[in-house]
T-cell receptor, first 114, second 114 residues
Framework: SQKIEQNSEALNIQEGKTATLTCNYT??????LQWYRQDPGRGPVFLLL?????KEKRKERLKVTFDTTLKQSLFHITASQPADSATYLC?????????????FGTGTRLKVLA | GAVVSQHPSWVICKSGTSVKIECRSL??????MFWYRQFPKQSLMLMAT?????????EQGVEKDKFLINHASLTLSTLTVTSAHPEDSSFYIC??????????FGPGTRLTVT
């Protein structure tokens, strides 16, 4: 079946460490993949988009990689802070024609401990 | 820029009544708007896609007569949950796409049907 899985439902790390979140997908060949942050009771907030021809994308303390062979994206938060605690979602458009109908991953709840 | 609002942010209604949720793009014209549903601790599930001036496209399993979508202008889409039942209680989130591939999400509407 077609689906997107994120490595763990919850991830606890110590402040200052690097958090690494995984997004694996099957049976898709997306042209790009996106990462969002969602706080409880709020809508997702766009963080980063990475295209299939890009290996890596950075934005401040955030880094995303995209391996189309492994069908995997990794999302890193360096020097993590308690304020980074949230649920992180990956999303992709499963069509190459670009319908923009995103499929979201299961999400990973990150908790950064002070 | 790229702000999407939803109204109301939360609503409680009695079983059998209808409730309307508005989604507005405040500072851009939305080519397409999307409606998602999210149950507790689950990811976002796409319900339907709407384009201004045309009928909405519903995802498989979503009852179009129950979830009425109207995309009246390039900045406004509404979702009406008709004859609501307790199982319709959920977090409804809209998103809007401009001419790029990015989607901007609203803050969500919490619907509780008693």
């Amino acid at each position: 079946s077609q689906k997107i899985e994120q490595n763990s439902e919850a991830l606890n790390i110590q402040e200052g460490k690097t958090a690494t979140l995984t997004c694996n997908y099957t049976n898709y060949s997306p042209a790009y993949l996106q990462w969002y942050r969602q706080d409880p009771g709020r809508g997702p907030v766009f963080l980063l988009l990475i295209r299939e021809n890009e290996k890596e994308k950075r934005k401040e303390r955030l880094k995303v990689t995209f391996d189309t062979t492994l069908k995997q994206s990794l999302f890193h938060i360096t020097a993590s802070q308690p304020a980074d605690s949230a649920t992180y979602l990956c999303a992709l458009d499963p069509t190459t024609s670009g319908t923009y109908k995103y499929i979201f991953g299961t999400g990973t709840r990150l908790k950064v401990l002070a | 820029g790229a702000v999407v609002s939803q109204h109301p942010s939360w609503v409680i209604c009695k079983s059998g009544t209808s409730v309307k949720i508005e989604c507005r793009s405040l500072d851009f014209q939305a080519t397409t708007m999307f409606w998602y549903r999210q149950f507790p601790k689950q990811s976002l599930m796409l319900m339907a896609t709407s384009n201004e001036g045309s009928k909405a496209t519903y995802e498989q399993g979503v009852e179009k007569d129950k979830f009425l979508i109207n995309h009246a202008s390039l900045t406004l889409s509404t979702l009406t949950v008709t004859s609501a039942h307790p199982e319709d209680s959920s977090f409804y989130i809209c998103s809007a796409r401009d001419t790029s591939i990015k989607q901007y999400f609203g803050p969500g509407t919490r619907l509780t049907v008693t």
